[in-house]
Structure formats: C-alpha cells, structure tokens
C-alpha cells in the first residue's frame, strides 16, 4: 500500500511540473547556445544567487532590520496560539483526508523534491525553453540558501516538536536530538519555495491561487501530523518567501535571462498587530 501511494504521488508530481513547464510562457527564450553553454550559465547564476542571498544581510539598511525585527515579534506573539491550534489539529486529526496527508509528506520531501525540478529542469534544458530554466534556477538556488538557513537554525534553536510531550517553550540548543529539532519546517521551506518560485511566473491570480495551494498542503499536514507548531510554519513560510524574492530580484538586475518580468499581482507582506498575524498576501 505504501508503495502505491508513493507511486501515486510522485507520479501525480511529475505530471504537475510537466503541466507548469509546458505552461510556462516564453517567447525569447530558445537560442542556439548549446546545452553545455546553458548549463554553464545557470550553474554561475545558481551559485552566485545563493551567494547574494546568504551575504544579503552585511547589506541591511534600518529599514530591512525592522523588517527582521518584525518577523521575530510576529513570530513570538504567534506562539500564543501554538497550543490551541495544536489542540483544534489533534482533535481533527481523523477528519483531515490521509490522501491530503500522505501528499504533503511526499511533497515536501527532500528527494522528491529535487528530483521534481530536476525534471523541470531537463525539461527547459532540453527545449532550450529561458523561462522554465530561470524558474528552475529560482527554485534551486533559493532551496539551497533556505535549506542550509533552517539547518542552523534548527540545531540553534533546538525547539522540541509538539508530538514530544513537552510544550511550545522547550528549548535545548545543539542537542542533537531529532525531538529538538521543531523550529523551522524543512518541508514548509521546501513546498513554499517551489510553490512562490513557481507562481511568481503566472500573470493568472487563479493559477496563482493554485499553486499556492498545493504548496499550502505540506505545512497543514505537519501541524496534523503533530511535527510542527504554526509558528514554525508562518516563521519558514516568510523566510521562503523573502528568500525567493531576493534572489528574484538579483537575477532580473544582472539581466541572467532575458524575459519580460511579470506583473506583480499578488504583495506579500509581514502584518502584525490588531486582528493580522503572519504572512499577508494581497491581491
């Protein structure tokens, strides 16, 4: 059984990624560079995104600082709700569909995951398609800037899962130990990432919609799952999204890939105070 669900799913994956490929709009993007020539190329940009990405920070003016500021206030007033929305999860734990729960664990896993942009990848690779390759890039690069980000930060913080008995405020640093190892999600890092990355693509709101959606499903299956608390989801949901962003921006102002960037239809932004918390996308 567990070997069809994974079938099932990875099957269900690739033919996404195949639909978001050919789906992809590009109009300039095919050239007679040869393979090897754009392999190059998006290799440079992927290292040289993850380095703009992780020495972003030297960079900080007062404003981004407060920005940062915010985003661990949030996060500490979100934990308030930690308990209660862990309690309302266990409670409705049998009513959650366990295709829906199987499908964000497999979504969100390593493997899958990277074998899923491998083929989208391949994909404009092979077709020579600049905006599929660009959009693989944007997802590579920033999963390894947020991948080794949470690394750090989840043996630095060591933040005790809720399915360990203890309560949203046990902390053991560098302990080493699985239980600890709670703040941030690994698989939220990795389904926003791809799902923001993907998205930010698409003039359409509803595809958009889409998307985030199925990137949505990994992070509510962890808080099912009881693996994570809610602030580790808004905290690695944030941080994929200000991470993308970044190395967004970096590509289009090195002009690495020449297409038209999209119009900006949805704004992300921090929103704390009065009746908002978290992550706040406005269309």
């Known amino acids: 059984m567990k070997n069809r669900i994974i079938l099932l799913f990875t099957c269900l994956f690739s033919l996404t990624t195949t639909l978001v490929a050919q789906t992809l709009e590009n109009t300039k993007g095919k050239d007679s560079s040869s393979i090897w020539d754009l392999i190059k190329h998006d290799a440079k940009y992927t290292v040289k995104g993850v380095a703009h990405s992780l020495t972003r920070p030297v960079q900080w003016q007062g404003n981004d600082f407060a920005k940062f500021g915010m985003l661990v206030a949030g996060t500490a007033t979100l934990s308030l709700a930690d308990q209660p929305i862990r309690d309302w999860a266990q409670q409705n734990q049998g009513n959650y569909p366990k295709a829906l729960r199987d499908f964000g664990w497999y979504?969100?896993?390593?493997?899958?995951?990277?074998?899923?942009?491998?083929?989208?990848?391949?994909?404009?690779?092979?077709?020579?398609?600049?905006?599929?390759?660009?959009t693989s890039v944007l997802i590579i690069s920033s999963s390894i800037t947020t991948g080794?980000?949470?690394s750090f930060t989840k043996a630095a913080v060591g933040r005790a899962r809720p399915g360990s008995g203890f309560d949203n405020y046990t902390f053991s640093p560098f302990s080493g130990e699985a239980t600890y190892r709670s703040f941030p999600s690994g698989h939220t890092i990795l389904s926003v990432t791809m799902?923001?990355?993907?998205?930010?693509?698409?003039?359409?709101?509803?595809?958009?919609i889409?998307?985030?959606?199925?990137?949505?499903l990994p992070p509510i299956s962890r808080v099912i799952d009881d693996a994570h608390w809610i602030t580790d989801l808004a905290f690695s949901a944030a941080l994929s999204i200000i991470v993308v962003d970044c190395i967004d921006n970096y590509l289009f102002k090195e002009e690495a890939y020449d297409y038209p960037r999209k119009k900006k239809l949805i704004s992300w932004n921090l929103r704390f105070g009065g009746n908002q918390i978290g992550v706040v996308g406005t269309f």
């Open 107 to 134: 979504f969100g896993s390593p493997q899958n995951y990277f074998a899923a942009n491998a083929g989208l990848y391949a994909f404009g690779l092979l077709t020579k398609n600049e905006n599929v390759r660009k």
């Open 210 to 216: 889409g998307i985030y959606t199925l990137g949505a």
């Open 195 to 208: 799902a923001h990355s993907i998205a930010k693509q698409f003039d359409n709101t509803w595809i958009k």
């Open 148 to 150: 080794l980000l949470q």
